[in-house]
T-cell receptor, first 115, second 114 residues
């Protein structure tokens, strides 16, 4: 069965600190997709990144970077030099090809960045 | 508008009442999804449409939940004889196709059952 685990429930950092959000997934499918979404207090889920299971290259987008490691079934997200505006709940999600396109979400990590 | 639009933003109903939640997806998006998000939890899948066809309703928790998308655009999620455990945020998402393209979410409808 498919599952996404975000073991960190809450993280608090001070501005300019780097922070890594962990995501571990379980799937029996060989083709799958991993996502990160941000949910600010307003409630809307904002898409951040999508990776497929055949592309293990790490990705960097501005202050954001993602480390995908199939060997450990992890897809971790790092924010460099965090800012107050990064405060939100971050969700990791999995989509299995055979199961259709429903997203399976983790429980989320609440990130609080103080000034 | 440019994004997924959901209405109402908030809905309060008494237990036993029927409610209807509306979703207007991004223009041109053939795939539409409904999710339920309980407080402090991640969203959980309810149902999926490709155009007007409901291809997956495996996540609907009971036969009190019903969704439709008659013309392949706007969708309505209906909950009959609401119960307190139905209180949650209901999120709608749309995407370009079913090939695991990113889903774009609306702001959600926060449903409170008294």
């Amino acid at each position: 069965a498919q599952k996404v685990t975000q073991a960190q429930t809450e993280i608090s950092v001070v501005e300019k600190e780097d922070v890594t959000l962990d995501c571990v997934y379980e799937t029996r499918d060989t083709t799958y997709y991993l996502f990160w979404y941000k949910q600010p207090p307003s409630g809307e889920l904002v898409f951040l990144i999508r990776r497929n299971s055949f592309d293990e290259q790490n990705e960097i987008s501005g202050r954001y970077s993602w480390n995908f490691q199939k060997s450990t079934s992890s897809f971790n997200f790092t924010i460099t030099a965090s800012q107050v505006v990064d405060s939100a709940v971050y969700f990791c999600a999995l989509s299995e090809r055979q199961a259709g396109t429903a997203l399976i979400f983790g429980k989320g990590t609440t990130l609080s960045v103080s000034s | 508008g440019a994004g997924v639009s959901q209405s109402p933003r908030y809905k309060v109903a008494k237990r036993g009442q029927d409610v209807a939640l509306r979703c207007d997806p991004i223009s041109g998006h053939v795939s539409l999804f409904w999710y339920q998000q309980a407080l402090g939890q991640g969203p959980e899948f309810l149902t999926y449409f490709q155009n007007e066809a409901q291809l997956d309703k495996s996540g609907l928790p009971s036969d009190r939940f019903f969704a439709e998308r008659p013309e392949g655009s706007v969708s309505t999620l209906k909950i009959q004889r609401t119960q307190q455990e139905d209180s949650a945020v209901y999120l709608c998402a749309s995407s370009l196709s079913r090939d695991n393209q990113p889903q774009h979410f609306g702001d959600g409808t926060r449903l409170s059952i008294l």
